[in-house]
Nanobody, 126 residues
Framework: QVQLVESGGGLVQAGGSLRLSCAAS????????MAWFRQAPGKEREVVAT????????DYEDSGKGRFPISRDNAKNTMYLQVNSLKPEDTAVYYC???????????????????WGQGTQVTVSS
């Protein structure tokens, strides 16, 4: 089992930035493909970005490309999402997720991730 805890969310004005963190514990962090998802009120949970086990391969949902770089530090058991140039439509709860050590391929679907954090709220004011 791996436990995930997000932090770094908050209230920010449009155009601002935040750095979200996801701290992992419980087993070897580097064995998991990871991702950030978000869920806005009344909407389905959607992928924001994914990252490989080593961190050398990343992929992004269209709205986040160029704005939301994802990274990880396996030595610190932590994954990050730098959210830049924020827009009111970026307002959502942001979740980190791990696929599990048996899965070596990436996925953009929440159903394929077995471990989730509790989420961190990002609110962008206009």
């Amino acid at each position: 089992q791996v436990q995930l805890v997000e932090s770094g969310g908050g209230l920010v004005q449009a155009g601002g930035s935040l750095r979200l963190s996801c701290a992992a514990s419980g087993r070897t962090f580097s064995r998991d493909r990871m991702a950030w998802f978000r869920q806005a009120p009344g909407k389905e949970r959607e992928v924001v970005a994914t990252i490989s086990r080593s961190g050398d391969s990343t992929d992004y949902e269209d709205s986040g490309k160029g704005r939301f770089p994802i990274s990880r530090d396996n030595a610190k058991n932590t994954m990050y999402l730098q959210v830049n140039s924020l827009k009111p439509e970026d307002t959502a709860v942001y979740y980190c997720a791990a696929r599990g050590p048996l899965y070596i391929s990436t996925s953009y679907y929440s159903r394929d991730y077995n471990y989730w954090g509790q989420g961190t709220q990002v609110t962008v004011s206009s």
